[in-house]
């Protein structure tokens, strides 16, 4: 059964970089779409983006312009990097394998604070 | 981008009853590619249906999902108490996915 970690720094600072990595164990990344997903404190859910394992990456078009996920099979992890955050930003962010996501990350707070 | 409606914010039941939950989309969801999850407090969404109706490893009968076009929906023939908890439809045909606000069953 595929498990999923997230990992990086709970707490950021206004206009700089969030960063976090997702680890995958108990399974190949191969053939499969990862994705990153996030929820404001009591909010809803907001779809990030995904990456194929192949490396083609698709994002909401509203965090496009400072988003990048990437992928290191060879490490089975990817990443989001998330630029000129704001207290908007603050979430918790989950990794997941798919787009209609079957197993997710237990996920990780951040806050965006100075 | 396709904008999910759901309805409605809150269902309130009693264990046993029938549960049925609404997800409207703004536009055609090309193929199919709606899911349900469940999530409680404090714990990641669990995937509850894919493809509108087919049911996730491990999902008892008891869950459904049926619709098409504009208008799916979630039913839960008869709620039992690890049931309630807030559910969220999402579209995933065509990027960029989308969730909708999610519909909390609680009990009455």
């Known amino acids: 059964q595929v498990h999923l970690q997230e990992s990086g720094p709970g707490l950021v600072k206004p206009s700089e970089t969030l960063s976090l990595t997702c680890t995958v164990s108990g399974g190949s990344m191969n053939n499969f779409y990862w994705s990153w997903i996030r929820q404001p404190p009591g909010k809803g859910l907001e779809w990030i983006g995904y990456i194929y394992y192949s490396g083609r990456t698709n994002y909401n078009p509203s965090l496009k312009s400072r988003v990048t996920i990437s992928i290191d099979t060879s490490k089975y992890q990817f990443s989001l990097k998330l630029d000129s955050v704001t207290a908007a930003d603050t979430a918790v962010y989950y990794c997941?394998?798919?787009?209609?996501?079957?197993?997710w990350g237990q996920g990780t707070l951040v806050t965006v604070s100075s | 981008e396709i904008l999910l409606t759901q309805s409605p914010d809150t269902l309130s039941l009693s264990p046993g009853e029938r549960a049925t939950l609404s997800c409207g989309a703004s536009?055609?969801?090309?193929?199919?590619?709606v899911a349900w999850f469940q999530q409680k407090p404090g714990q990641a969404p669990r995937l509850l249906m894919y493809?509108?109706?087919t049911r996730a490893n491990g999902i008892p009968e008891r869950f459904s999902g049926s619709g098409s076009g504009t208008d799916f929906t979630l039913t839960i023939s008869r709620l039992e108490p690890e049931d309630f908890a807030v559910y969220y439809c999402q579209h995933y045909g065509s990027a960029p996915f989308t969730f909708g606000g999610g519909t909390k069953v609680e009990i009455k």
């Open positions: 493809g509108v109706s």
């Open positions: 997941a394998r798919s787009t209609a996501p079957d197993s």
């Open positions: 536009q055609n969801v090309a193929s199919m590619y």
